[in-house]
């Protein structure tokens, strides 16, 4: 038990000194992907009785410029590598080890997409005895299990940061230089081997969070307000030179998967603006309902963003199945509803959330041995089986469950399962404290 000591201050660090503005630009990116995916899940169910999606939003074509400034997933990792690199410097200053960080982060991130998976799993399998058809079970399970790329790739990056830290401390330019050229290098030899892409989804994720990184030392808030626009002036130039060239596409939905040097440059972009903004973000974040709305929303973050698609997708399968009148996908009544579609959203997140929420809440202290180099890098290894397999074979019901199964088994090698009740003796002395202090 010899880092309780530790983990209870790293605990009042974290709240003591998280930054504002990053929490608000979190808390708005999280917002513009629910959002977004408001208008772009679209179930159409055609006469011979098979179902598709279409991406409603993603099909229009006035989207295509518009997504270069609603495509915040770069900005998640900045402000992940932010976040992230001060939380390692804090363990990392009462003593904590590369193990214990891997420990904690595995927890945060995998317990609550367990829950998800096991959920799924369970209603899925309930609505195929039911009768579903199988076609309908297997387009929820692969749609409503998308965000779980992300939780991959998240991990990927966030397990690396002992390491690449190491690498910034001793040369931070150099190493987001050397992460750089190897996505550009990846991006190079894809047409060739096309199956290299993949390794892009750590390459550009890793060197979006060093920029994250850099953030953090202040290297870009020591620019002055016309060097930070000029930043973001010259990135959005570049970007729309290898657009243009015919390098890269510009739409950045396909840029995404598998991720390019695209998103890097975009990311550039986005933190040169984070940084101009932040006069008007830290006093508004600092407004206190928004505070508390920031402190609610960023200790539940990863539940709602886990469980929007799933929920949405469920929904516009009920609909799509229940006797009313449904207008056709892009036409204007179906624009008209997406309010009252988001709306219902929201409300179908709360109790969600108040359910699973806590699963993402820090874990106690562990046992010496749960943060073993040996324990921690085997749990990695079980967390990313599911992930590789969905990689190279696509999502499926199966998938989930064994997904489920996997995080299951490296939650419980953490020691990241609460006991079910606390000791006896420590029960009667709570219960003597309450008492004594009730007149």
Known sequence: ????????????????????????????????????????????????????????????RWFEPVIWIFMVMPLFFVTGGVTGLQSWRRLKAAGGTPAEFIRARLLRLVRPAAALLAT?????????????????????????????????????????IPALASLHARAPWLTFGL???????????????????????????????????????GYFSRLSRSGLLGLAVAAHLLLGLVTGLGLYTGNMLVNLN????????????????????????????GVRWIARVLAL???????????????????????????????????????????????????????????????????????????????????????????ADAALNGLSLGLLAGGAVCFSVATVVLGGVPPLRRHPGRRRQGRRGIASGVK
């Not at 998103?263 to 508004?284: C, K």
């Open 1 to 60: 038990m010899r880092s309780t000591g530790r983990q209870g201050t790293a605990t009042g660090a974290d709240t003591a000194n998280r930054d504002p503005a990053i929490d608000l630009v979190r808390f708005i990116c999280l917002a513009l992907v629910v959002v977004g995916h408001s208008m772009m899940v679209s179930p159409v169910l055609h006469p011979d009785g098979t179902v598709t999606t279409e991406n409603t939003l993603g099909d229009q």
């Open 120 to 160: 799924m799993v369970a209603g899925l399998s309930v609505a195929g005895a039911l009768g579903v058809d199988r076609q309908v079970v297997q387009l929820i399970a692969a749609g409503a299990a998308m965000p779980l790329w992300f939780l991959a790739a998240y991990l990927a990056a966030q397990l690396n």
């Open 179 to 217: 992460l750089a050229g190897l996505v550009v290098a990846v991006d190079c030899l894809r047409a060739a081997l096309p199956e290299l892409a993949n390794a892009n989804l750590v390459f550009v994720w890793c060197t979006v969070q060093q920029l994250g990184f850099l953030a953090a030392d």
């Open 258 to 285: 598998p991720p390019n040097l695209s998103l890097v440059i975009l990311g550039v972009s986005q933190l040169a603006v984070m940084e101009l903004a932040r006069p008007v973000l830290v006093p508004l974040a």
């Open 297 to 387: 929303a960023g200790s539940r973050s990863l539940t709602v963003y886990l469980w929007h698609l799933p929920l949405l997708a469920g929904m516009s399968g009920l609909l799509l199945l229940a006797p009313i009148p449904k207008p056709g996908a892009g036409t204007p009544e179906w624009w008209w509803s997406r309010p009252v579609v988001v709306l219902a959203l929201v409300l179908l997140l709360l109790p969600v959330v108040a359910a699973f929420g806590r699963l993402e809440e820090r874990t106690t202290a562990a046992h010496a041995f749960r943060s073993r180099p040996a324990v921690a890098g085997a749990a990695v290894v079980v967390v990313f089986i599911p992930v």
